[in-house]
């Protein structure tokens, strides 16, 4: 039992080497910062109004004389309780020959009704529209910065100057 634990801790202690390893940063110097753009398209909403003439009719204020509504329902109503036999049926029969009256003498006004005068107003309409443009937009920056003697390159959200930090890791190899 003694030698089994001291072996998983011989493999414990190897493992922990192996992932030790110690992080610093340091700073390289950028060689080169180049902007990065990706063309869009962009909707833009605007509002478009014109203006349109309208004719507009004028009509008295009395509309004319109601008389000819009046007189058909009633005559309608007469004529529709002569048709009927009995009580019930004219009673029916005065209530839709009154309104039957009353739909044809409405007919009859309307037709003679002309308009006093006609006037054109102007009217503003408006409506939304879309306008399609196309629009650079910066998306980032291609750098390639010098350290060690090397050359490395990465893709940044902002441009770094002229010194980008870097995290160096080190880590012994067994």
Same mark, same amino acid.
């Given at each position: 039992?003694? =030698?089994?634990?001291?072996? =998983? ?17 340091? =700073?390289?110097? !950028? ?7 990706? *063309? *869009? ?14 004719? !507009? ?34 009673? *029916? ?6 309104? @039957?009256?009353?739909?044809?003498? +409405? ?30 937009? @910066? *998306?980032?920056?291609?750098? =390639? ?9 990465? +893709? ?10 870097? +995290? ?7």
């Amino acid at each position: 039992m003694k =030698t089994r634990l001291i072996c =998983t801790m011989a493999v414990l202690g190897l493992l922990s080497s192996q992932s030790w390893a110690e992080t610093s940063y340091e =700073t390289a110097t !950028v060689v080169e910062s180049r902007a990065i753009y990706e *063309v *869009v398209e962009v909707s833009t909403p605007q509002e478009q109004c014109w203006e349109e003439e309208s004719v !507009v009719e004028r009509y008295g204020s009395d509309h004319g004389s109601k008389t000819p509504v009046l007189l058909s329902t009633i005559i309608g109503g007469a004529i529709g309780n002569a048709v009927g036999h009995n009580k019930s049926n004219q009673r *029916v029969g005065a209530v839709l020959g009154a309104m @039957l009256g009353h739909s044809i003498g +409405r007919d009859i006004m309307r037709r003679n009704e002309q308009p006093n005068s006609r006037q054109y107003q102007t009217i503003q309409r408006c409506e939304t529209v879309y306008r399609q443009h196309e629009e650079e937009r @910066l *998306v980032g920056y291609q750098v =390639t910065y010098l350290y060690n003697g090397e050359e490395f390159s990465v +893709r940044t959200n902002s441009d770094p100057g002229e010194e980008i930090r870097v +995290r160096v890791s080190v880590q012994p190899v067994l």
